[in-house]
């Protein structure tokens, strides 16, 4: 069976520090895989998704940046994050192909001080 | 106006109660419809995935869409403590190429079904 994994679950940093956030899943080969953020009474937003190495798609212009080295790899970096980043994040997957559901981790919960 | 609508709640039942769960759309062209189930501090949780109109049912779970209504809903049957979490519902345009598989989601309803 597929899984999917987030790290770390929870995370503080200071403000102008750099971030890297990362999701890995197993069990399927060529996911789809996309980044959310989810803010308290705001739902979730797409921030970027991918359909294969080195294909970045963003939704939204901001801080943030997304690669995808690997196969079943995605990360979520900044180079120097702003107190308007903090949030929980979410990686999702998706088997390849369109219109398919999509399968979340556990997020990582990021504090910016 | 949101894409998206969805009651926050919070929503409390008792335990065995029917709950009935709602989210309305703007967009006529959504064609897939989710639910998701989301504990606290977790990821969300894919409980049901349904295309079009109609209805689908898993359990003590249904979900209904009406496209004519821009409305779909998620029920719950003989409903459980355990039930207690943030519901989410989802929609995206379907069609081919990443871009469609885009989910828009509402902004969840907190369910708490009291023992």
């Known amino acids: 069976s597929q899984t999917i994994h987030q790290w770390p679950a929870t995370l503080v940093q200071p403000v102008g520090s750099p971030l890297s956030l990362e999701c890995t899943v197993e069990?399927?080969?060529?996911?789809?895989l996309y980044w959310y953020r989810q803010a308290a009474g705001r739902g979730l937003q797409l921030l970027f998704y991918?359909?294969?190495?080195?294909?970045i798609s963003s939704e939204v212009p901001q801080n943030l940046s997304a690669s995808r080295p690997q196969d079943r790899q995605f990360i979520l970096s900044s180079k120097k994050l702003l107190l308007s980043d903090s949030g929980f994040y979410l990686c999702?997957?998706?088997?390849?192909?369109?219109?398919?559901?999509?399968?979340f981790g556990d997020g990582t919960r990021l504090s910016i001080l | 106006q949101k894409e998206v609508e969805q009651d926050p709640g919070p929503l409390s039942v008792p335990e065995g109660a029917i709950v009935s769960l709602n989210c309305t759309y703007s967009?006529?062209?959504?064609?897939?419809f989710m639910w998701y189930r989301q504990y606290s501090r977790k990821g969300p949780e894919l409980l049901m995935y349904?295309?079009?109109?109609g209805n689908k049912e898993d359990g003590r779970f249904t979900a209904q869409v009406d496209k004519s209504s821009k409305y779909i809903s998620l029920f719950i049957r003989d409903s459980q403590p355990s039930d207690s979490a943030t519901y989410l519902c989802?929609?995206?345009?379907?069609?081919?190429?990443?871009?469609?598989?885009?989910?828009?989601f509402g902004t969840g309803t907190l369910l708490a079904v009291q023992p």
């Open positions: 989802a929609m995206s345009l379907g069609g081919y190429g990443g871009a469609t598989n885009k989910l828009i």
């Open positions: 349904t295309y079009s109109s």
């Open positions: 069990g399927t080969s060529n996911p789809n």
């Open positions: 991918s359909v294969g190495i080195g294909q």
């Open positions: 999702a997957w998706s088997a390849p192909g369109s219109n398919q559901p999509q399968h």
């Open positions: 967009n006529s062209a959504f064609q897939y």
